[in-house]
């Protein structure tokens, strides 16, 4: 994993596969910045714990894609009434994929709240 800083805050990072990703500080300052994809509430307990997220979380009542993608796309996710980004992922099949399988992982989490990553403010 590579962390790019600026003035000693991290801001993006990337995967072992070279896809970079902003942080959910730089993500809630600029939320339009990625794809968006929404969980419902069944889901948040499981994303905030790490868990990758599952077609059906995204598919249910409650959930919506707003943003259509491919497989391999950076997204954000957010939660059902919630405002702000509760993590950042990696899409692991096409939205439409999503709907029409509507089972098996649909979204790799690379970064959750309150994981390592949120919890580094500042490196010093």
Not at 15 to 28: E, G, S, V
Not at 38 to 46: E, Q
Not at 84 to 93: S, Y
Not at 94 to 116: A, F
Request: net charge negative; hydrophobic share 40%; charged share 20%.
């Amino acid at each position: 994993m590579q962390v790019a800083f600026l003035n000693e805050v991290p801001l993006f990072y990337s995967d072992r596969d070279n896809h970079w990703f902003p942080t959910l500080r730089i993500l809630h300052q600029y939320p339009h910045m990625m794809p968006k994809l929404r969980t419902d509430k069944g889901a948040i307990k499981f994303v905030l714990s790490g868990a990758n997220i599952m077609c059906p979380g995204l598919t249910s009542a409650g959930a919506s894609i707003h943003d259509e993608v491919e497989a391999g796309t950076p997204v954000a996710i957010y939660a059902e009434d919630k405002e702000h980004a509760m993590a950042v992922g990696l899409t692991t099949l096409s939205t439409q994929e999503m709907r029409d399988v509507n089972k098996g992982i649909g979204v790799e989490l690379m970064h959750t709240l309150n994981d390592g990553l949120w919890k580094t403010t500042k490196m010093d």
